[in-house]
């Protein structure tokens, strides 16, 4: 089960729109963790698109917030009632926050991270839900100092195969955390951004293009994540 996700992170909208074009582009599936109103994430093709939530609890670790991780739940299920999938910003969370979100009736969660290993398996939590784990992701890819040159997971195989790319990196086609750290103070002028876009070394959005690519000239079937996680509930029941 081969599948792509990405964390939105605030990305403005000019930097969605430009990662979801990519993906219109090759017609390949991916689950999309919000994390605020994107009227291009609401008008998005959702033959294509899954939307899911990506709260950001973080505030609260820092002791400097008067929100609950209730109330961050509930203003993100808001903008996104569709949403059966979570997976949180800097993949923060603890048992009560499960409860919560099976309290709220969501379907699965993709926060355990096992970066580059195989024999992943969705499974059913205690409270029914069902965590699917994934095994890429682009800045921990750079923080591991790879080459953007290959991913380092066959994506041609049985194996559960999930990455998880951030728009913004997409955008600038970031290969360190440099290039990341100069751009950020720009995050609300994509033009400028641009200025920022590596064309040196491969990066995050060549990778994902040879990714794509390669989906395609192998008729690889993509999946989004609410239906491997329904898969895994069918397969529980048999
Ligand atoms: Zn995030």
Redesign the pocket.
Known sequence: MLAFTC?I?WAPEEVIADTLNIFEIFGVKCTLFS?HHSLELTKSNRKLFEIGI?P?FHPLLRGNSNTSYEDILDEILDIHPEAVGVRT??MMQSVAILQKFSDKKLLYEANTFMPYQYGLKAFKLWNNMVRIPFNWEDDVHWAYGYSFEDARMEIDTDELVIFDF?PIHIYLNTENKYRYNEAKNYLSDPKKLLEYRNSEVPGTRDLLMNLLKRCNEKELTTHKLKDIAYTCLAEGLM
């Open positions: 964390d992170d994390t990506h950001n910003h800097t951030h």
